[in-house]
């Protein structure tokens, strides 16, 4: 009888899940004869430029590849293990951050003069709740209706490499800041876009303790450089390493293949028991922490679509989420799911 109701409830003029398809790299390489190619070894991606790097570490694909990840790469980009096959690429990264300056910009049009006193900033507030080495978070400081980037990892390597990647690139160091914390501590930190009074909605959690600095320009900390508002909340978690394909085709699901660590230790933390969240209770988390519910999840090619929309339906949602295929150079690379009430 529930399942009954539930079913009257959509309207498929009007579908609940929306599948939109973007080719982020524009066309699709035009090869008129394959006589003369030959293949290229060794991460050669025809510049002649071979992988110097051990292929246990970096793998010839995404040396081949670094480009896309970030085009100014050869101006010395830094990236660790684990960021090789993680980071977003460059043209993905941008056309992310477009979509929240549209999506935001198209109900927000007007701010309010409290909207602006509560953010501190002219501009929407966007936390990259898992920062990693910047791809998204220099993406984002590029767009100037986005006034502030709030970078958070739980590994101050992969911060300092950020706050580098994002000194590249120009960056404006009074429109990042960067903190070192776990995510999910964070996201627990803030309720419907504001920060909550105490420092978190978990009674008898602690706020950890972090040491400042000021890396090539950028602060480093820990939530005392959080600000009192936030618009949008961005999720990139870690998908799994490179095994996350082997789930399969479509059977990739947000309950099972996304585990984090909620312990609020650093990486180099005492030996506390590891108490994990879900992907689906990391988007509840999102969901209750930014305001009107903006989340973005960044999801892996093989995620199932109908598992995000019951995940998305259970946290909430009633106005429909969009789930955007990512194209490069004519291959489906990631997904994007866009939620918003």
């Known amino acids: ?38 293949n290229l070894t060794n991460g050669d991606s025809g510049d002649g430029i071979v992988n110097p790097h051990p292929k246990s570490e970096v793998a010839d694909k995404y040396w081949a590849q670094r480009k896309r ?17 993680s980071v977003t690429p460059e043209a993905i990264a941008g056309h992310i951050a477009n979509r929240v300056v549209e999506g935001h910009l198209a109900n927000d049009s007007n701010p309010t003069q409290s909207d602006e006193e509560e953010n501190g900033t002219k501009g929407i507030v966007v936390l990259d709740a898992f920062c990693g080495v910047g791809g998204n978070a220099i993406g984002f400081a590029d767009k100037k209706d986005i006034a502030l980037v709030v970078c958070v990892d739980i590994d101050r390597n992969k911060l300092k490499m950020a706050a580098h990647n994002a ?18 501590g964070v996201l627990r930190s803030y309720s419907d876009g ?19 600095e000021v890396y090539e320009g950028y602060e480093i900390g820990g939530f005392d450089l959080l600000p009192p508002a936030i618009d949008v909340v961005f999720l990139s ?8 394909l082997k ?6 699901e947000l309950s099972t293949c996304i585990k984090i660590n909620s312990t609020p230790t650093s990486i180099s933390g005492a030996d506390n028991e590891a108490v994990t969240v879900d992907g689906d209770e990391l988007l509840e988390l999102s969901a ?20 995000i929309g019951l995940s998305s339906w259970k946290v909430g949602y009633r106005k429909g989420i969009e789930i955007e295929n990512n194209l490069l150079n004519g291959k489906l690379k990631t997904v994007t799911v866009y939620l918003k009430e």
């Open 167 to 184: 000194s590249i690139y120009g960056v404006d160091p009074s429109r990042v800041v960067f903190i070192e914390a776990n995510a999910v």
């Open 288 to 307: 209750k922490a930014s305001k009107n519910k903006s989340v973005i999840y960044f999801l892996p090619k093989n995620v199932n679509g109908v598992n």
């Open 237 to 244: 978690p870690p998908w799994g390493g490179v095994e996350y």
């Open 194 to 212: 504001k920060r909550v009074e105490g420092g978190s909605s978990e009674p008898n959690v602690p706020v950890p303790s972090v040491e400042k």
């Open 1 to 38: 009888e529930t399942n009954k109701t539930q079913r009257a409830t959509f309207n498929m003029d009007n579908p609940f899940i929306q599948i939109t398809r973007d080719a982020s790299a524009k066309g699709v390489p035009q090869i008129t004869s394959l006589k003369h190619m030959r």
């Open 247 to 252: 789930v399969g085709d479509s059977n990739y």
């Open 69 to 85: 990840l970030f085009s100014r790469y050869d101006d010395g980009v830094r990236l660790d293990k684990e960021s090789w096959y």
